[in-house]
């Protein structure tokens, strides 16, 4: 067996190599040819496979070509809303073994195309750090500083404003949002100086309207009852407890402007006193005159309300001119007997008594009789009335000292202003003048002054 293999050996290196050469070489090549073939097959068969949100999109042959795609895809969607952008879904590319695959570059670009959606760059605007509202850019947040500062800068000439401050910081960052979700600069605004409501309770007092508590938190008098549907009409009781809905703004807004304005001074009255009018009257002997002056305040508002006010300078215009009053001091040579007497000569017939009746509250008594029956003064006094009197028609008045007796609906008046009368005398006569279906005095006792309150007549008189 070992000579055998020597001889094998030997064979190799003599003469009988030449006729396995040939067997040799074939070999030799069909394993390289196998070989290549599969190194072939190998770089043929590997693809990436791209995935929307793990979902299968299609085979591309390399990552640079997924990247072309979505850097294309980003740049016509920034160029459609005009700003940068960023895609909202997840998109891989992960590397696959498919030797009779081929790549699908425009299945994978129009799938990406028609379903990838975009954030776009905004502005989200804060206040005190926290986040509001987004705005579309720079110049938006600009445009929204201006509209804020200005919303209660004065229009009126007179007023010039000094200066302007926002209690709040106001800041923007960079955000990325859905392109609905951008706010326009107008709404922003409003809802920073409108902000938010808050409730606080009022607890009424005397003299308190419905009116004037919403005027003075600056409500609406429907928006007082939405907030308080236990309110029964316009009635209000002393301690009820009203909800207020008060905004509560994002920014408050202190502004500081001077006012110029001209204001009246008031004038002095001054006193003489005249032998010829009685005590209880008066006249004006000159009219006195409001003087004139230029004023300038200083006038601090927080979100459009005044807070305080402060006199920086004034000049008088116009100095005042006083006026002079004559003040009676003649005594009055007729005065009351303390009981009256009936004011219709020859009596007439009482036709309405005193206090409510079908057309109100009737404030005196009416007397009637024949047109042109002398009327008499129930008590000596002084005429302090005489004249048209609206619905009374032509009438007069007497002051007795204490008590003021009216005489109403006369054809005919016969004394004057400041005129003494004794008491029975006659001063005027029954008519019908005004507010009257027939012919009769209409008499009053009143005390407290000519309008003060009423008393019944026919308590002065004995049965």
């Known amino acids: 067996m070992k000579l055998s293999r020597m001889k094998v050996l030997a064979n190799f290196d003599g003469k009988g190599v030449g006729w396995f050469a040939p067997i040799l070489f074939f070999l030799i090549s069909s394993v390289i040819l196998s070989g290549g073939m599969h190194f072939f097959l190998l770089q043929k068969g590997e693809f990436f496979m791209v995935k929307l949100n793990d979902m299968e999109i299609g085979l591309l042959a390399g990552e640079d070509d997924l990247a072309e795609i979505l850097d294309t895809l980003e740049k016509e969607a920034a160029n459609y809303y005009g700003r940068p952008v960023k895609v909202n879904e997840e998109v891989t590319a992960t590397k696959v073994f498919l030797p009779l695959a081929e790549e699908e570059p425009e299945k994978v670009y129009a799938q990406l195309r028609n379903m990838l959606s975009y954030k776009v760059a905004a502005r989200m605007v804060t206040v005190n750090g926290k986040d509001v509202l987004p705005l579309s850019s720079d110049a938006d947040v600009d445009l929204l500083y201006e509209m804020v500062a200005s919303a209660f800068i004065p229009q009126k000439e007179n007023v010039l404003l000094e200066n302007i401050q926002l209690s709040e910081k106001i800041s923007t960052r960079e955000y990325y949002c859905s392109p609905e979700d951008i706010c326009d600069v107008e709404t922003l605004a409003a809802v920073l100086l409108r902000g938010t409501d808050r409730r606080e309770v009022y607890l009424v007092s005397r003299g308190d309207s419905l009116w004037k508590i919403a005027q003075e938190n600056s409500l609406s008098v429907d928006e007082l009852k939405e907030a308080n549907p236990q309110i029964d009409g316009e009635k209000l009781q002393i301690g009820d407890e009203i909800n207020l809905i008060v905004p509560e703004p994002m920014v408050n807004v202190t502004t500081v402007e001077r006012l110029t304005v001209e204001e009246k001074i008031p004038f002095e009255t001054n006193y003489t006193y005249d032998s010829t009018l009685w005590k209880m009257q008066s006249q004006v002997i000159e009219e006195g005159k409001h003087g004139v002056k230029e004023v300038e305040y200083q ?119 400041g005129q003494a009368v004794n008491k029975g005398q006659v001063i005027a006569s029954v008519g019908i003048t005004g507010r009257a279906t027939g012919y009769h005095l209409h008499f009053e006792v009143r005390t407290g002054g000519i309008y003060g309150n009423t008393l019944n007549p026919l308590n002065f008189f004995s049965p």
């Open 299 to 417: 006038i601090t508002r927080e979100n459009g309300k005044e807070i305080s006010r402060e006199i920086i300078k004034e000049r008088v215009i116009e100095e005042p001119k006083p006026q002079l009053v004559a003040k009676g001091i003649a005594e009055i040579p007729s005065k009351e007997t303390g009981s009256f007497i009936w004011p219709v000569q020859g009596g007439g017939r009482i036709t309405s008594g005193y206090g409510w009746r079908s057309g109100g509250f009737h404030a005196g008594i009416d007397i009637g009789a024949r047109s042109g029956t002398p009327v008499l003064a129930a008590d000596s006094g002084v005429v302090v009335f005489e004249g048209w009197d609206g619905g009374y028609g032509k009438s007069i008045v007497i002051f007795h000292g204490h008590y003021y007796t009216r005489y109403a609906h006369n054809s005919q008046n016969k004394v004057t202003v």
